[in-house]
């Protein structure tokens, strides 16, 4: 008991565990009660128990086990992680439960299995119970196959999968254990309960005694329909239905229902073992098949029939026995051989099924042909052999050779024929059975009804009724439209019969196909899948549907909607089908008409129609017009009234009035009533004979028009042009193309009969008269934007020059798009859809494809040609193919008929010899494109053999071999290629070149598809293997093709797939599939209907019938500018690595690669979109990488060919560098005229910029980085931002260079960086450039360092990214670098960070070492002592800021209001990259506190939406901000970069105020500034916008710009609100620049905008139209002369001096605005004397310079005005004499001083004013003065003052006096007075003696100047000098009176 009272207190999962199996029974007793409790399924508990259930279920203690295995079901029921342990536990069920003798163990066991199988594990439960049936306890077997049956019968066949379990059957009736038989009898009863008869064919070699048992009880089982009883957990909701059904009492009503989904498509053949049949024919067989006598013939062909009496064969090469087999058929006398023959054939076709289809081609004229036997048993041997055939392949790849034999004159030919396409027709659905099928079909059979034989006739009746069944009578219809009625009754009495023969329902296109039975085999069961391949379905062998399912009544439920695809769909094409019962009308004699008429026309009407008086006649005809519109459509005797207006005088009328008014009423009549094609031939020929008359012609045409549209175009256009080429009037012959013409485009092209244009066409243009020929071209050029290039095939014959005038009018149509018809579509039905419309194009272009001339070359395939090619001399071989090429070059287009080539040519693809090798390749793709799509018939004889080929060792052999696949795949499409094994087979192979390229073929072409094949399953299992194959290369292409298989079979079935791989291996590529399942691509779109077809330049050069058309056109949504050189088919952009859309086309068009005209770039719509797409998809590589790779080159090209002209793509990926500089000599050509397609391909451009970064040759690098230059300059005018993913696949690459060893690669590379920051934010750019900074080239370290320096001293701390922290820390590491420059750069840059943010940074860059540190501090110190040195890209970098954006920029793309935010963002980077071109600041300028920034990311991020335009703004309570603080000192805000919350919501406050300044609704702004208005007038409050002034003033002439550009422009706005507005801005402005220490904070490139806005504003001459506009322009020149006198003066004089350069430079800018600018530079001057000691000289020196390097002086002197230089050389005088000599020592910005011509004529300056005899430079002094006397003489008090209060200060005075004497002596009648009056006596006379005394010593004469003479006075000056700053009259500016304009 002790023993026990231990265990007792264990935790259960450790009682589970005990050695003593009391304990374990106990824990396993708690362990059930605990499973039964918890309630959640995901609980942590039940993972405890997860290594132990094993033990549970296999416990070696009986009574244990049993509770045990009670436990073990409790938690697979429960437990959400029980299916991890499916295998250990299904496997110990199996090997030590069922051999349990307790009956209850077993039944445990078998409920465990069951639960799992309902927990979705029923596959590794299968496979272990299949293993048990291997084990040696026949106990075990019985119950694995007990367990079996049970599994099946309750969960039946969709989940349990029987091919295995049949597979295993056989061997289970031959065990010894009578128990086992027995168990595996009730299985296959089970079985056949669910299959069927599919179980028939696996059972029939079992022991014939058990057969017969079988039999027996197969008989019994129940004809009812079985059902899932049981269900998966994924399955809750069929339960319930089931459930529910079962309560209903019975499934009577909603069986049919559910029938669809519970019976399984099983298919026979699938369970069949193929059997290998080549290997065992007798060895002598061929010899035998060839013997003369037929007794060996027979043994041969018994030996073969003996053979293929297997159901299943095994895939091989079976060409050789067809092609004697065929010849047996075709050329055997002796009948009896014939039919056995057949027997073999039909044999083959049923046991290799699809893979029979590669020799169908081959056979079927054969046997069509040998069906002019007529005994019955070789016919029906014939019968079984086609149709057995026929399910082989599709009805589209025979239908060549089945048309061809139709107008065979043997009868007995032509009957068998049409009941061989009634039998075919019967396997179609709407789908398959398409009208381009239908049409050449129904237009024989036709013949085929109206033959003398009545056989022919009873067997196209059948035909043509079975067409009527499937597809429905709307898509028959149009082809039986001439047939008379008793012919079509009888047709559709045959449509009936094949309905009631094959129990389809009446609901027209939508029925079930039905298998047939062939030749004693199980037929196809095709089910519900309607929109599958027939061939598919038509090939999957299974029980027929039981009638209770047919007649249930219940549509099927994935059957095709009876009206899109069939009614519908077909009748989409603008016919209206049955709708149209007119069209069968017959004629009526003249007394019926007149009948008729007289009902519903006036008499009086009736009887003036033929009066000899016009008036009456005219009374008439507006009679019959009201009684015409009054009808009703179903009243109107259309026939009758038209024959009446035909009645004399009809057409022959000869007063215009009456004539037109006829016309009109036949157009009336044609719109209202139901007209029919009767009555149209009524009136046409009158119609046509008018249409030329000058009067009558358009009302002709209208008539035409409305005739068209009732009785079809197509109709009615091969009507009225045959009319007209029957008459002689070269009038009416011109307008009847014209109107043609017109009506193609009104109606669209389909339906056309093109052959018969086109001879009318011939006939026009050999027309004498010019006026015929030229109409004749036009609809050429109408034809050619429908049918393509192909047209021109036609014309080749005609004379050189009408040749090159329809090459003309075909240039002149390339890039249109064919308009959409707006015509002949009302009546079509609403049905149509977009499969009609697919339809409908894809006719237009198999029509073109038909008429194009084929040559037939079966003749020139001679046997002799054969034996050469397969000649055992190589030399003999290449003369076979040469003939070949020859016979195809002559050829051009052919027949697909090329005897026996095909076989020939692929004994030619394994020659030893290479070259021949290459030779065969070239002449397949050139078979490829003569042939057209009909080349997909020798697709698997001919096409597979080819992918063979890409498994050479040989690199260029592969090439060829891939851009032949390519080739043929362009015209056949893929389903060709991935229709059956071939494919999976290739794969299989294991050969690591064959599965690259294959794999690599496969990537490239699944992406494009909308659907495959199911065999594309096949090919998974060895894309598995390639998962894991040793070659690199393999495994890499297997992992890029995985998401594009995935794409197409969805991850179950792919994850379904690893089941059979190793367990290592099944992880492995189960991850693989995972990560394939996130980046799998969605499939292509289906076409939408406007791109459904693809015209102009890029018309198909072939057209690609059936879903290869649809799928390669949904792939590629083609751009609506298609690029005119590349002639592809369909302008599709396939992905075709080798021969890129090869031309094959007419001559012009191969002189296109020469022609290099047109845009570089070609613009495709959202194309970037959709490249960014993918590329974050990973649907493409991401462009990452080392070094590139060929794959990403690969990438790059096959993005490029849509948008980039052919020729300059291969310049660009040329092998040879000269070709790169060509292409970028070309690309930088065509830089400003391109700029949209530039930015539309940028991402591609710049990519392939970096792809030149690796180049080694350095002229290519130099080149790359000028056009990268010229490129960021031209995005920054157009305001462009690069995208994330521009930046992230070019920056990188470009830091790269940035530590090349060349100064001048660097140098350019800096720069390049520089102008980035204008199009990409700075502080995105930082992680980038800090990433360079990690690279082991010590250069590249240094710059970036450099770099990183530059950004945070232009942009503040804001751009360390992620934190400043972090940046620095990183940067601080590099201070300890191996490298000297490194360290340096390093230092420099934390320099440049503490000038910024003071002692934070020590702070922020954490612990250095004492080392670095001291290095650290001592850089610190040393960068104290010296004065800020300027950056060392000044002086080339200056020139930058000319780029001027002027107020008229940005509007080309963007609506005002997006503009708005656009510039506020890229000028505020102008001017970030402006100061920081400035060098030193003085010392007024000090760093905004991060708070109180604008939050620049989010400007320069904000992608286009105005985030500025509000609603309604925000009224916030500013006071109550205010309040709690006191706003400390700007000082202290400057140093420290850290605020409490409060500042923080101020700043953020004061942002958003400020945004709504620039916002395009008026009001917003007045609000907006009307509060910072506000705040500004409070002292207090004031200082908070401190920090904002750019800002503020960036937003306000932002507003500035908006009201000239839209808002003056909008003449709905009432011009009081733009004046409202314009005195807020002012007013608020004027506020500001009356606050100087806020004035001082405007930067100079804010200020340059402010001025030049206030500048443009003054001069618009629509201010001054307004009212008030004059008041406006008054108060801008106050706020001009505040900002003047207010602002930082060296920022302002600095703004001037570039604004006034910008104005020179700038073609566009008035000559009044560089005035204005210059007289804003004198009124700066005047105050010099004032303000020189502030203004910080290197920098407006620096200023001068560019100024003067951009205008010399040569070049100055050119300008129309002399103002600017003299302006400039006033500036410099009045500079140097105020700093004498000293100011060249502020020279210092300046690099190569002594080239500078600023330097010298300071130096020249100088020279003359310390030249004491006087002798001063008179050319400057003279036209100083000539400007100043022009100049307004007002406010000379404030240089007198100065010169005042040096005179009176003891140490100033004699340097006073000098400067009074300079002063009067320029100023003669410089008013005084003021001055002297309030001063003594003797400081007036010691002024004028002093006076006297300089002028006594310059002159040397005692002449004294009678100076106080002059002090008698000027009254306005004086008035002037007591008047404030800015408030005289002189100083208002006036844009009226230019030559007295001044500030002053």
């Given at each position: ?714 109709w009615t256009a091969e009507q009225v042009v045959a009319t007209a080429f029957s008459q002689k009037n070269p009038k009416n012959q011109s307008e009847t193309l014209n109107w043609l013409s017109n009506a193609i485009k009104e109606f669209g092209f389909s339906g056309l009969n093109v052959k018969a244009f086109i001879s009318n066409v011939k006939t026009a243009l050999a027309a004498t008269n010019p006026a015929v020929r030229t109409s004749a071209i036009t609809l050429l050029g109408v034809m050619y934007l429908y049918v393509g290039p192909p047209l021109r095939m036609f014309f080749e014959d005609e004379k050189p020059a009408l040749l090159s005038q329809i090459d003309a009018e075909f240039e002149k149509m390339q890039g249109q798009t064919a308009p959409t018809p707006t015509r002949g579509i009302s009546r079509h039905s609403a049905g149509g859809g977009d499969d009609g419309e697919e339809e409908e194009q894809e006719e237009v272009g198999n029509d073109v494809v038909d008429l194009l001339p084929r040559t037939d070359i079966g003749d020139k395939i001679t046997a002799e040609l054969v034996s050469k090619i397969g000649d055992k001399n190589w030399k003999i071989r290449k003369e076979g193919l040469d003939e070949v090429t020859s016979i195809l070059n002559e050829a051009k287009f052919i027949h697909p008929n090329i005897g026996e080539l095909p076989a020939a040519l692929k004994n030619r693809l394994n020659d030893s010899n290479k070259i021949l090798v290459q030779q065969t390749l070239s002449i397949l793709q050139q078979l490829a494109t003569a042939m057209g799509p009909n080349i997909k018939q020798h697709v698997k004889n001919l096409g597979i053999p080819v992918i063979t080929v890409l498994g050479d060792s040989k690199n260029n052999v592969r090439a060829a071999a891939l851009a032949t696949v390519n080739a043929w795949a362009e015209q056949t499409g893929m389903k060709e290629w991935l229709e059956g094994e071939d494919l999976s087979e290739e794969l299989k192979k294991e050969n690591p070149f064959l599965r690259q390229e294959l794999l690599g073929w496969l990537a490239e072409k699944l992406p494009t598809l909308r659907s495959v094949p199911s065999d594309l399953l096949l090919c998974v299992p060895h894309l598995y293997s390639c998962l894991e194959d040793r070659n690199g290369d393999v495994r890499k292409k297997a992992q890029d093709a995985l998401p594009f298989f995935m794409m197409h079979l969805g991850f179950e079935k792919m994850a379904k797939a690893t089941g059979k791989l190793k367990p290592t291996s099944k992880d492995q590529v189960l991850a693989m599939l995972e990560k394939a399942k996130a980046n799998m691509p969605a499939k292509p779109a289906p076409p939408a209907k406007s791109s459904s077809r693809v015209v102009g330049g890029t018309a198909p050069a072939k057209f690609q019938p059936g879903s290869a058309f649809a799928d390669d056109l949904g792939s590629n949504n083609v751009e609506s500018k ?823």
């Open positions: 008991m002790g023993d026990d009272s231990e265990w007792m207190k264990l935790p259960i999962d450790q009682k589970c565990e005990h050695k003593l199996w009391k304990a374990r029974l106990n824990g396993y007793e708690e362990a059930l009660k605990l499973f039964q409790k918890i309630d959640d399924e995901k609980s942590p508990e039940w993972s405890k128990y997860l290594g132990l259930i094993k033990k549970f279920v296999t416990d070696s203690n009986a009574v244990a086990q049993l509770k045990g295995l009670e436990a073990a079901l409790a938690y697979v029921e429960n437990a959400h992680v029980a299916g991890k342990t499916t295998g250990e536990v299904a496997s110990g069920v199996v090997n030590k439960v069922f051999n349990q003798p307790k009956a209850r163990a077993k039944e445990l066991g078998l409920d465990i299995c069951l639960m799992y199988i309902e927990i979705e594990k029923g596959e590794a439960i299968q496979e272990e119970l299949l293993k048990g049936l291997d084990n040696k306890n026949p106990k075990i077997i019985v119950a694995c196959i007990e367990t079996l049956r049970k599994a099946l019968s309750e969960f039946g066949s969709k989940i349990i999968s029987l091919k295995p379990i049949i597979k295993v059957l056989p061997k289970l009736f031959e065990s010894r254990e009578k128990a086992v038989r027995d168990e595996a009898k009730l299985l296959a009863v089970e079985i056949y309960r669910w299959i069927r008869d599919a179980l028939r064919p696996p059972l029939q070699n079992i022991n014939s005694v058990q057969l017969k048992e079988l039999e027996e009880e197969w008989i019994k089982v129940s004809s009812a329909v079985p059902r899932q009883t049981r269900f998966l957990r994924s399955q809750q909701e069929l339960k319930a239905k089931f459930e529910q059904q079962q309560a209903v009492g019975g499934d009577a009503d909603g069986g049919g229902d559910d029938e669809e989904e519970t019976v399984p498509q099983v298919d026979a053949y699938e369970l069949l073992e193929a059997v290998e049949i080549l290997s065992k024919l007798p060895k002598d067989f061929y010899e035998k098949i060839e013997a003369k006598k037929w007794q060996e013939r027979k043994e041969a062909l018994e030996a073969v029939e003996l053979l293929v009496k297997n159901p299943k064969l095994e895939s091989g090469d079976y060409a050789d026995l067809v092609k004697v087999l065929k010849k047996v058929v075709g050329k055997d006398t002796n009948v009896m051989l014939v039919a056995l023959a057949a027997k073999c054939l039909a044999g083959l076709a049923t046991g290799l099924r699809k893979k029979f289809g590669q020799y169908a081609g081959h056979v079927v004229p054969t046997i069509l042909e040998k069906f002019k036997e007529k005994k019955p048993q070789v016919v029906q041997a014939l019968q079984e052999a086609i149709d057995a055939i026929f399910l082989t392949t599709t009805l589209q790849n025979l239908s060549e050779d089945i048309l061809a034999v139709m107008d065979n004159k043997n009868p007995t030919i032509k009957q068998q024929t049409s009941l061989f396409i009634a039998r075919s027709f019967r396997h179609c659905t709407p789908s398959t059975l398409p009208k381009s099928l239908l049409k050449p079909f129904c237009a024989a059979l036709l013949k085929h009804i109206n033959d003398s034989a009545p056989e022919v006739r009873d067997a196209g009746f059948e035909a043509l009724g079975t067409a009527l069944k499937v597809a429905g009578e709307k898509a028959v219809n149009p082809f039986l439209a001439d047939v008379d009625k008793l012919k079509l009754d009888r047709i559709k009495e045959c449509a009936e019969k094949v309905e009631l023969v094959y129990g389809k329902k009446t609901g027209g296109a939508a029925e079930k196909r039905e298998g047939k039975p062939v030749a004693g085999k199980t037929a196809a069961l095709p089910g519900p899948g309607a929109d599958k391949e027939t061939k598919d379905a038509a090939t999957k062998a299974g029980p027929l549907k039981k009638a209770s399912a047919v007649k249930s009544g219940v549509p099927p439920k994935k059957g095709k909607p009876a009206t899109a695809a069939g009614a519908g769909g077909a009748g989409a094409k603008g016919k209206k089908g049955p709708e149209t019962k007119e069209i069968f009308e017959s004629e009526l004699s003249m007394e019926v008409c007149e009948e008729k008429a007289a009902a519903v026309l006036p008499a009086s009407c009736i009887q003036q129609l033929d009066s000899g008086n016009w008036k009456e006649r005219l009374a008439c005809m507006e009679e019959f017009q009201k009684a015409v519109e009054l009808m009703e459509r179903s009243e109107m005797p259309c026939q009758a009234l038209v024959r009446m207006l035909a009645k004399k005088p009809g057409w022959k009328e000869t007063n215009f009035q009456v004539m037109q008014m006829k016309l009109h009423i036949v157009a009336l009549i044609a719109q209202k009533g139901n007209f029919s094609k009767t009555s149209a031939q009524v009136v046409l020929d009158g119609l046509v004979d008018k249409v030329g008359d000058v009067k009558c012609g358009s009302n002709a045409k209208e008539a035409m028009t409305a005739i068209a549209e009732a009785c079809q175009l197509p298609p690029d005119p050189k590349k002639a592809k088919a369909g302008g599709l952009s396939s992905k075709t690595k080798g021969v890129q859309g090869k031309k094959v086309l007419s001559k012009p068009n191969l002189k296109e690669d020469d022609d290099k005209s047109g845009p570089i770039f070609i613009i495709v719509p959202n194309g970037k979109e959709q490249r960014m797409k993918e590329e974050k998809g990973l649907k493409v590589l991401k462009w990452n990488f080392t070094t590139p790779r060929d794959e990403y080159i690969e990438q790059l090209k096959t993005q490029m060919s849509t948008c980039v002209a052919k020729w300059l793509q291969d310049e660009m990926f040329h092998a040879d560098f000269q070709h790169h500089n060509k292409a970028l000599a070309v690309m930088i050509e065509h830089l400003e005229s391109e700029k949209d397609g530039v930015i539309s391909c940028l991402d591609l451009i710049l990519k392939w910029l970096t792809l030149r970064f690796f180049d080694t040759n350095t002229s290519v690098l130099m080149k790359t980085l000028e056009y990268l230059k010229l490129l960021f300059n031209m995005l920054s005018q157009e305001e462009y931002h690069l995208t994330e993913n521009e930046a992230s696949s070019f920056i990188p690459y470009l830091i790269l260079k940035v530590g090349e060893p060349k100064d001048v690669i660097r140098k350019d590379v800096r720069a390049i960086l520089n102008r980035m920051c204008l199009i990409y934010p700075a502080s995105k750019m930082f992680p980038f450039i800090m990433e360079g900074t990690k690279s082991k080239n010590s250069k590249q370290r240094a710059e970036c360092l450099e770099e990183l320096g530059c950004l945070v001293e232009s942009y503040g701390m804001n751009v360390c990214q992620p934190t400043p922290g972090k940046a620095l820390k990183e940067m601080a590491t590099h201070i300890g670098d191996r490298d000297n420059t490194v360290r340096n750069a390093a230092l420099n840059t934390i320099v440049t960070v503490y000038n910024v943010h003071g002692d934070q940074v020590f702070k922020l860059i954490g612990n250095l070492s004492e080392k670095d540190m001291s290095m650290l501090e001592e850089r610190i110190k040393r960068s104290a002592k010296r004065p800020s040195a300027a950056p060392v890209r000044q002086a080339e970098e200056k020139p930058q800021r000319a780029q001027n954006i002027s107020a008229n920029a940005g509007m080309m793309r963007k609506g005002p209001a997006e503009d708005m935010s656009s510039k506020l963002k890229i000028m505020y980077r102008t001017y970030r990259i402006q100061n920081r071109n400035m060098g030193s600041h003085s010392e007024t300028t000090h760093t905004v506190p991060r708070e109180f920034q604008l939050d620049l990311d989010e400007i320069e991020n904000d992608n286009g939406t105005v985030r500025c335009e509000m609603p309604a703004l925000v009224q916030h309570k500013l006071d109550d901000i205010f309040e709690p603080v006191l706003i400390p000192e700007p000082k202290i805000r400057a140093v420290s970069p850290h605020f409490d919350d409060m500042h923080s919501n101020t700043a953020s406050t004061i942002n958003f105020v400020i945004s709504q300044v620039a916002s395009g609704d008026i009001n917003t702004s007045i609000q907006a500034l009307t509060q910072i208005d506000e705040v500004l007038k409070q002292e207090d409050k004031a200082e908070a916008m401190s920090g904002h002034i750019d800002q503020f003033l960036i937003a306000t002439f932002m507003q500035l710009r908006l009201i000239y550009n839209t808002h003056m422009a909008d003449e709905k706005l009432d011009k009081d609100e733009i004046v409202r507005l314009y005195s807020c801005i002012i007013g608020s402005m004027i506020t500001l620049f009356q606050i100087e220490s806020l004035a001082r904070e405007a930067s100079t490139g804010v200020l340059k905008d402010l001025m030049h806005g206030l500048i443009t504003l003054m001069l618009d001459s629509r201010v001054e139209d307004l009212e008030e506009g004059e008041q406006v322009i008054r108060s801008v020149n106050l706020l001009v002369v505040k900002v003047l006198e207010k602002s930082d003066q060296t920022n302002i004089l600095s703004a001037l001096l570039v604004l006034l350069q910008d104005s020179l430079l700038a073609t566009a800018s008035s000559p009044k605005f560089s005035e204005l600018v210059m007289k804003c530079l004198w009124r700066m001057v005047r105050l010099l004397p004032e303000t020189i000691n502030s203004i910080n000289l290197d920098r407006i020196l620096l200023d001068i310079h560019i100024f003067m390097k951009v205008f010399p002086k040569e070049k100055l002197k050119q300008c129309k005005s002399d103002f600017p230089i003299r302006t400039l050389k006033t500036l410099l005088h009045t500079l140097c004499k105020l700093k004498g000599p000293k100011i060249l020592d502020h020279l210092t910005m300046i690099d190569n001083k002594n080239e500078s011509e600023l330097e010298a004529h300071l130096c020249r300056v100088m020279k003359h004013s310390m030249d004491q005899s006087g002798k001063a430079d008179k050319d400057t002094e003279k036209g100083a003065s000539r400007i100043e006397e022009k100049a307004s003489k007002a406010k000379v008090n404030d240089i007198l003052a100065e010169i005042f209060k040096k005179i009176g200060s003891k140490e100033n005075t004699k340097e006073g006096l000098a400067e009074l004497y300079e002063y009067k002596k320029k100023y003669s009648d410089a008013d005084i007075e003021p001055f002297l009056k309030n001063s003594s006596q003797f400081f007036q006379s010691y002024v004028e003696r002093g006076l006297r005394l300089i002028e006594t010593e310059r002159e040397g004469k005692g002449r004294i100047a009678p100076s106080t003479d002059r002090l008698s006075s000027h009254h306005k000056a004086r008035k002037l000098a007591a008047s404030k700053p800015g408030e005289s009259g002189e100083g208002t500016l006036s844009p009226s009176s230019m030559a007295g304009l001044c500030f002053c």
